[in-house]
């Protein structure tokens, strides 16, 4: 088999230990080393007096980051590779011999880097998942206020569809200390909510109890502080996503797209898609695209194979909203296929369009241009007509048929 990297490392990473397998042509030295930032400057010590041309890894939950910066710090050449290509041998249940497997398949060329972009970027990357958890649990939090207000005979979320709004508070915060009366419900109440007033009364003629009342106080103030917490994250996004704002701006302007989407979108796939040879490899990094299945000339199971988790969602909610906005193209694919392939179906398909009209947009610097809701009609419109006209058919309709008003 052809030998790709002369001097190449494998290297086993966890989280207090790291074994290092160094291949020298046939030859191979075997070293252990701690997982302190001044043990890894040592394993680089080690390989760069080596003349170490690659090292590959695992990409093994977030213990290979450290050894990553370091080894990027002191410019050495290394790839973090997919656990899955490399499963395991029968027999090999040593981190000695996981690293000497990771060396050889690195020095024959049978691995295969993940993207890993530049520091700046990862950076990026850490802030942006930061603040979708922090809504991720925001979002929980406030399922949790519902349940625990509905224990109490509160069905303030029945009349209202948004608890975390001005006059929901407000309702919230009487209910649990001074109580919600017909003389006191009117100073609540903002907006559209002031024609409900008489269905908001009879909603919060609740019974509470103390133990309930600190829960829902605990509860709110959780809420409250997250909802700091995000702002702050906001701030820190728009700060050091000043040289992505004309690409934000571009993003934006696709339906179901939002300014928060648009950030995340770009903190995960970065500016330019070099890293990507087409959008095909973009949609199959992102986990959007069909899965390969075939076997004896039968196409079977296409679902989609795992990828980058954070855009692989963010994209989903972007279709579900795209899917919704009227007059778009995104609108007009949802309903073709939501008939035949199911909901879900026809949401990745979505979104997978939307992952490459993106890829273009930034790749070629191009804004974007919505196909329309009746790109569809343009072509074969004899064959549609024809199929209209046979469902007409079927339902007993013929063209003598007259509308009765």
């Known amino acids: 088999m052809e030998v790709v990297y002369e001097r190449c490392c494998g290297v086993d990473v966890h989280k207090r230990t790291i074994t290092a397998c160094l291949k020298v042509g046939k030859e191979r030295g075997l070293r252990a080393f701690g997982t302190q930032t001044g043990d890894l400057r040592?394993?680089?010590?080690?390989?760069?007096?080596?003349?170490?041309?690659?090292?590959?890894?695992?990409?093994?939950?977030?213990?290979?980051?450290?050894?990553?910066?370091?080894?990027?710090?002191?410019?050495?050449?290394?790839?973090?590779?997919?656990?899955?290509?490399?499963?395991?041998?029968?027999?090999?249940?040593?981190?000695?011999?996981?690293?000497?497997?990771?060396?050889?398949?690195?020095?024959?060329?049978?691995?295969?880097?993940?993207?890993?972009?530049?520091?700046?970027?990862?950076?990026?990357?850490?802030?942006?998942?930061?603040?979708?958890?922090?809504?991720?649990?925001?979002?929980?939090?406030?399922?949790?206020?519902?349940?625990?207000?509905?224990?109490?005979?509160?069905?303030?979320?029945?009349?209202?569809?948004?608890?975390?709004?001005?006059?929901?508070?407000?309702?919230?915060?009487?209910?649990?200390?001074?109580?919600?009366?017909?003389?006191?419900?009117?100073?609540?109440?903002?907006?559209?909510?002031?024609?409900?007033?008489?269905?908001?009364?009879?909603?919060?003629?609740?019974?509470?109890?103390?133990?309930?009342?600190?829960?829902?106080?605990?509860?709110?103030?959780?809420?409250?502080?997250?909802?700091?917490?995000?702002?702050?994250?906001?701030?820190?996004?728009?700060?050091?996503?000043?040289?992505?704002?004309?690409?934000?701006?571009?993003?934006?302007?696709?339906?179901?797209?939002?300014?928060?989407?648009?950030?995340?979108?770009?903190?995960?796939?970065?500016?330019?898609?070099?890293?990507?040879?087409?959008a095909a490899h973009l949609a199959s990094w992102c986990g959007l695209s069909p899965g390969n299945n075939e076997s004896a000339g039968k196409r079977k199971s296409g679902r989609t194979c795992p990828g980058n988790k954070t855009l692989k969602t963010t994209m989903v909610q972007c279709a579900k909203s795209a899917s919704r906005t009227k007059g778009s193209f995104f609108k007009a694919q949802y309903d073709r296929l939501v008939v035949r392939r199911g909901a879900n179906r026809a949401t990745v398909a979505v979104a997978h369009s939307m992952l490459i009209a993106i890829y273009h947009m930034l790749k070629n610097n191009t804004p974007f241009h919505d196909r329309g809701e009746h790109f569809y009609n343009h072509f074969n419109k004899e064959r549609k007509i024809a199929g209209y006209l046979k469902k007409l058919d079927a339902l007993g309709w013929s063209p003598s048929h007259q509308v009765m008003a």
Not at 98 to 111: F, K, P, V
């Open 42 to 278: 040592e394993m680089a010590k080690w390989l760069l007096d080596a003349g170490c041309e690659m090292i590959a890894m695992e990409s093994t939950g977030a213990y290979w980051k450290p050894v990553y910066n370091i080894l990027e710090v002191l410019g050495l050449e290394a790839m973090v590779v997919n656990a899955q290509h490399m499963k395991a041998v029968p027999g090999r249940k040593t981190d000695m011999k996981d690293a000497e497997w990771i060396a050889d398949l690195l020095q024959h060329g049978l691995l295969k880097a993940s993207y890993i972009p530049n520091k700046e970027q990862r950076e990026l990357r850490e802030i942006s998942r930061y603040r979708k958890s922090l809504v991720e649990e925001r979002s929980r939090e406030i399922n949790r206020l519902e349940k625990t207000l509905e224990g109490a005979n509160f069905k303030l979320s029945s009349v209202v569809s948004e608890l975390t709004g001005r006059s929901s508070r407000s309702l919230i915060s009487a209910f649990v200390t001074q109580g919600i009366t017909d003389g006191n419900i009117d100073s609540m109440l903002f907006g559209s909510l002031q024609g409900k007033r008489e269905e908001l009364l009879k909603a919060c003629d609740g019974v509470i109890s103390k133990v309930q009342k600190r829960l829902v106080l605990a509860i709110l103030n959780h809420i409250d502080d997250m909802t700091r917490r995000i702002q702050e994250m906001d701030e820190l996004i728009e700060e050091e996503m000043q040289r992505y704002e004309e690409a934000r701006k571009r993003i934006d302007d696709i339906p179901g797209i939002g300014i928060n989407s648009a950030q995340t979108i770009l903190a995960e796939i970065g500016l330019t898609m070099e890293q990507f040879p087409s």
